[in-house]
């Protein structure tokens, strides 16, 4: 990993930046290239490094080994130092991400389901949770512009969507694993489509056709998997932003007026620095930014920095999971790629209160990777039920169950929207900290009665489809722990500050200097892999800034 | 100090493995691809984490007959357990010969042609998705 790109601008210790961004993942990359380029000066801080896609380790023979531990999606499991650590002894389930430029997508599958309709007016059409500030149809444009911008691959005309513009790139190829799908789906007569993915099929911005490697989920070693490091920040750096790695961030700093006046980071080498601006965007997802503006206390904001209404860090949404795997007679070739999701289905997405739960969910099917992968999903050993002794597992019994499975599994994963709750939160814990002595997050968090009868119900419809198909074999893991990927709601958009810490464009009632455009800012969290949605508020948020800029409040 | 392995600790270590992923059918057992030689160096080297736990393992199952330690491990120590499976799978199934028995070519590289038209819309397959309409709630008024 090298620290900066080299060609990274210097500004002059001391200067005061128009814009200073906390994290370089997706929301931050999209704020850093565009404000830069509409003339802002802009410095972002990133506590990871950039990354180098020579040391990604899906072309290795080791590649299935080494997902299960240095670049398994948990930090707790990672431990590397740029990493910190939370404590999830009060949580159902582990958050995943990943610290670096790029953020967490650098490990994610690329999937790229954008938020229906409906998802934005949960409150006007099912009594629960809140509607947001703004509606599909306000956040198609800047949606569109990503996607144009990330090389997004799909096959215009999916029913699951209002007629909109086609994606930039052909759909990749579905596979005999995503042809099985589709086989089992239209058995049923229910919705599905060739996968939406964050990876071109032909060279596009800077990123190559994807090869089918499969290895989506441990660093794409091809430059095909679209990253925010290759799409976004070679463009940003051309138009002046500057990019500090290895910048751990400690506070943000306000002044007597109660505005943000920059952030005090720790760089590379352990020393506290200081970098003013006059206005501050945090970008450091779900967990990060609440904990940092829980950290940023003063005697103005005893509670943390913009948390009047005693919202941050409340409201944690990070999607029920289950993953089903169905092994088929068929040979699958379900080693190869990509991994982003081969087939999708909606079919049962939108509410029917029959069903005993409001509210829907996504599935998304998925190869099974190689040969360890007959027991694993995503560097986590699942798909193996408690057994009394070891030769049940072993032996004889090993090579049958290896060869019934390897190259004839799909995974389906299933993803239900996740209603907000206060009592699901971020805290700062009392004990643990990071490697830079920091207090490190702690986590609360229950999966609701909705979310377990959603899955179940869910899970019973892939198995009806599977069956349908002629599956030989099935497993469910119900809830898998290893699946808090998607970490949103934790400073929510909203119209009343006593009960939201953002406004519409993503600023803090409190701090109007001070900015959020992470999925922490999400009021709810939809039923769908949330990246495109990130990257789009984004977008919007990113371009009101710019078309307001001579009436911008600053410090 | 770093703990070494030793002559002992190899022989140790096939003998279970070998009771874990012994010859069947096609496939050969676990010493015979290497799994206690350049296999376990390579996989203990991939994932020094798993050193620790290793050498417990191997200190728990020493004296023992492979089948009685396996069980005795398995119930007393299954993280321990785990730890010696991985290690033995784990070289296992990077074994070239393993993988071309297997039919595994590893995670390869494909060529394809993105403009081509898919089976699924040749066949008329997805006609049938697009005829039953859209299944979007639509933004209310």
């Known amino acids: 990993m090298s620290d900066t790109i080299s060609n ?49 380790p899906g072309r290795n023979p080791e590649w299935e080994l080494v997902t299960q531990k240095q670049w398994h999606p948990n930090p707790n499991y990672r431990d590397l130092p740029r990493d910190y650590p939370i404590n999830t002894s009060e949580s159902d389930v582990n958050p995943l991400m990943f610290s670096g430029v790029g953020g967490s997508a650098t490990l994610y599958a690329a999937h790229w389901t954008p938020f229906l309709p409906s998802d934005f007016r949960v409150r006007t059409l099912d009594g629960v949770a809140d509607d947001w500030p703004f509606t599909y149809e306000d956040l198609l444009p800047h949606l569109e512009a990503v996607e144009h911008e990330v090389g997004v691959s799909g096959l215009a005309g999916d029913p699951t969507y209002p007629l909109r513009s086609p994606p930039p790139t052909p759909a990749l190829p579905i596979g005999k694993v995503g042809a099985k799908a589709a086989e089992c789906l239209d058995k049923m007569g229910w919705h599905w489509w060739p996968g939406t993915n964050a990876i071109p099929s032909v060279a596009y911005n800077g990123l190559n056709a994807c090869v089918r490697r499969g290895t989506c989920m441990s660093g794409c070693p091809e430059g ?4 925010t490091d290759i799409t976004y920040w070679p463009h940003a750096i051309k138009a002046g932003a500057r990019l500090v790695t290895g910048a751990r961030v ?32 945090v970008c450091a997802n779900g967990i990060g930014t609440p904990r940092l503006l829980l950290l940023s206390t003063s005697n103005r904001f005893p509670n943390g920095l913009a948390n009047t209404s005693g919202m941050v ?36 997405y939108e509410t029917d209160k029959s069903r005993g739960f409001v509210r829907g969910a996504k599935w998304g099917v998925m190869p099974s990777g190689g040969l360890l992968g007959a027991t694993s999903f995503v560097g986590s050993k699942v798909f193996t039920s408690e057994k009394p002794s070891a030769g049940d597992m072993w032996g004889k019994n ?89 970490l949103l709601g ?66 | 100090m770093t703990r070494q392995l030793t002559n002992d600790d190899r022989i140790l270590f096939g003998a279970f493995a070998d009771h874990l992923i012994p010859a069947y059918k096609k496939m050969p057992r676990a010493t015979d691809v290497g799994v206690a030689a350049d296999l376990l160096d390579a996989v203990l080297g991939f994932r020094p984490d798993l050193r620790e736990g290793f050498f417990r393992g191997l200190d728990a199952i020493r004296g023992l007959p ?18 010696l499976g991985l290690v033995a799978s784990g070289g296992y199934y990077m074994a070239p010969e393993v993988r071309d028995l297997m039919g595994y070519p590893g995670q390869e590289s494909l060529s394809y042609d993105p403009h081509a ?13 697009v005829k039953r309409g859209p299944i979007y709630v639509a933004t209310p008024a």
């Open chain 1, 8 to 56: 990274t601008p210097r500004f002059k210790r001391g200067e005061i930046v128009d814009v200073l961004i906390i994290g370089a993942g997706p929301s931050g990359s999209v704020a850093a290239k565009h404000l830069a380029q509409s003339g802002f000066s802009v410095v972002a801080l990133e506590q990871g490094h950039f990354p180098d896609r020579s040391k990604y």
């Open chain 1, 224 to 227: 095909a998997k679209s990253t």
């Open chain 1, 250 to 281: 400690r506070e943000i700093t306000v002044n007597d007026s109660g505005l943000a006046t920059g952030a005090t980071y720790v760089d590379e080498n352990g020393r506290e620095r200081h970098q003013r601006a006059h206005s501050v965007i």
């Open chain 1, 313 to 348: 860090g409340k409201r944690l949404m990070m999607h029920p999971f289950s993953a089903i795997m169905a092994v088929f007679e068929e040979d699958l070739e379900s080693w190869r790629g990509p991994y982003g999701h081969n087939v999708e289905s909606f079919q049962f």
């Open chain 1, 398 to 486: 090993l090579h049958e169950m290896v060869e019934r499975r390897f190259g004839h599994t799909m995974v389906w994963g299933i993803i239900g929207e996740d209603l907000p709750e206060e009592s699901n939160r971020v805290l700062l814990d009392d004990t643990l900290v990071d490697s830079d002595g920091i207090p490190a997050p702690k986590l609360i968090y229950k999966v609701s009665e909705n979310s377990e009868r959603m899955l179940k119900f869910h899970e019973e419809r892939v198995l009806e489809a599977c069956k349908a198909g002629g599956a030989i074999e099935t497993a469910i893991v119900h809830q898998m722990r290893d699946t808090g990927w998607h």
């Open chain 1, 490 to 555: 934790t400073c929510r958009m909203g119209t009343d500050p006593g009960n939201s810490v953002l406004n519409e464009w993503g600023q803090a009632h409190d701090v109007p200097n001070l900015y959020v455009f992470d999925g922490s800012s999400f009021p709810t969290s939809g039923g769908v892999n949330p990246t495109a949605t990130i990257m789009s508020v984004a977008m919007r948020q990113t371009q009101r800034m710019i078309s307001e800029r001579r009436n911008l409040k600053v410090a």
């Open chain 2, 66 to 83: 492979a089948a009685e330690a396996a069980e005795r491990l398995f119930k007393s120590d299954n993280p321990t357990f785990e730890i």
């Open chain 2, 117 to 129: 038209t898919p089976d699924y819309v040749a066949s008329g397959l997805l006609d049938r998705v």
